[in-house]
């Protein structure tokens, strides 16, 4: 018992070990507090691997990202689904997806995340457009006149919450927009403040409404619904087809999945796109450069653009818009926090790099936290600034960044990496660069005055792209073109 409680000793070979004076809870307290401080002091002392005792978890954190390439070739021994697939499940609601009694789903649905990518990428795309230039027209282009104030989270939450919705999900047969979805929203806010803590494996019922409020977000998605909507993504009819074939999974668990891949598809993008909004309206000169490129592209694509008219922006036009890009992926690595978790299969040497190997025990966790890579100033200058071309270089796409004089294969990691990167990211990027481009082109955009700036609210820090810790007043008007 005591050995249990004083918890392992550091073998050789391992890397450093902490473990904190509490047993079990570790350095969990500390960790949650500021993950990105915690790390930061603990590389200065300790190396740029280290094993940590966190919640009674060994989790060994690699902080070099000229590391990073040989952590995630190993790809046979570290598995990323062992742990997602326990997390998830108690997380959305729905059983667990890999224990005999759906044989072959895991797989299959891994497989549909194709219809987010290639090909597939154009007819989502192309839906996103419209249903934006519709949420936009409808809610904001309608009234005439002088200047309007906004709450800046709270507008791109709820235009990016209901455009990505009816492209995912599709519209009722009726009507073009579903009733209701101020309250979906709402109540979608409420489950998001509270996800750090499920993730973190509290228990629900310890969550006041949580479990409630989960329910009728759940409900929402009960096959007899979702079968009344049309437009529905081929990638989420794919996934009902293939609920439908398991006899074993209830209509509440098939709306559960559903309701899980919300989640996924609103949960980051919505904050990005306030980050990529707040720093381009914080900085008048990039915004007034990004707005150059977009009207340089419309007028050589031959479109006569004008506020009362609807635009369309295609997939290979987005892909033009490079200035665009490069801004919101310097909004990407200030304000996403994402921790890259992979589980040990076996004991094994885990290479570092052509010198260094650590040994690790079946059942660790190995973790990349590339927000240090994302804050190194020996990486990024002046790390803390936006500057909104700092992917680009001589006109083009800049790749080429260097730690200790070596080329860095990965320096931009806010969608994960290897084999379990995010399916949803170019759709992601897409959708954010369209929902700027209808701010820029219908709007005229101000910061208002004597407010304090945004600041991250690390509470979800290691889960996604952080909140900020309060919402800021903007100005807008139609602009006239
Ligand atoms: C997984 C980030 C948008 C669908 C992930 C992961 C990250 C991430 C970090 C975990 C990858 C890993 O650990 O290696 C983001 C960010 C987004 C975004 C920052 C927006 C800015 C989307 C969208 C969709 C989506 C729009 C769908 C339409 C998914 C799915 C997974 C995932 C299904 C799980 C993949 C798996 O189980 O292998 N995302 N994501 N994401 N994301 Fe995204």
Known sequence: VLCVLRGRKRRAGEPPLIKGWIPYVGKALEFGKDAHKFLEEHKKKYGDVFTVRIAGKYMTFITDPLMYPNIIKQGRQLDFHEFSDKVAPVTFG???VINGKYPGLSEQVKRSFNLLQGDKLTPLTESMMGNLMLVFRQDHLQEEGGWKIGN????????????TFLTMYGRPLSTRRHSGMDVLMDHFIKFDTMFPLLIAQIPIRLLGRTKAIREKLINYFLPNKMSCWSNTSQFIKRRSELFEQYDALRDVDKAAHHFAMLWASVGNTAPATFW???YLVSHPEALQVVRQELHDLLTLSGVDFSSDKDVMLS???LEKLLYL?????ESLRLSSSSMN??????DFSLRLDAERSASVRKGDIIALYPQIMHLDPEIYEDPETFRFDRYMQDGTVKTEFYKDGQKLKYYLMPFGSGSTMCP?????????KQFLCLLLLYFDL?????????TLDPSRAGLGVLLPNNDVHFRYRLRKV
Do not use: D, K, W
């Not at 800046?152 to 455009?163: G, H, L, N, Q, T």
């Not at 978790?341 to 076996?346: G, L």
């Not at 101000?446 to 945004?454: I, S, Y």
């Open 94 to 96: 729905y059983p667990p």
């Open 152 to 163: 800046m989270f709270e507008f791109c939450f709820s235009i990016m919450f209901e455009a």
């Open 276 to 278: 990529a909004m707040y």
């Open 315 to 317: 997939r290979e036009q």
């Open 325 to 329: 890009e490069s801004s919101i992926n």
């Open 341 to 346: 978790i992979r589980v040990a299969q076996e």
């Open 424 to 432: 949803g990211r170019h759709f992601a990027l897409n959708e954010i």
């Open 446 to 454: 101000e910061l208002e005055e004597g407010q304090t700036r945004a």
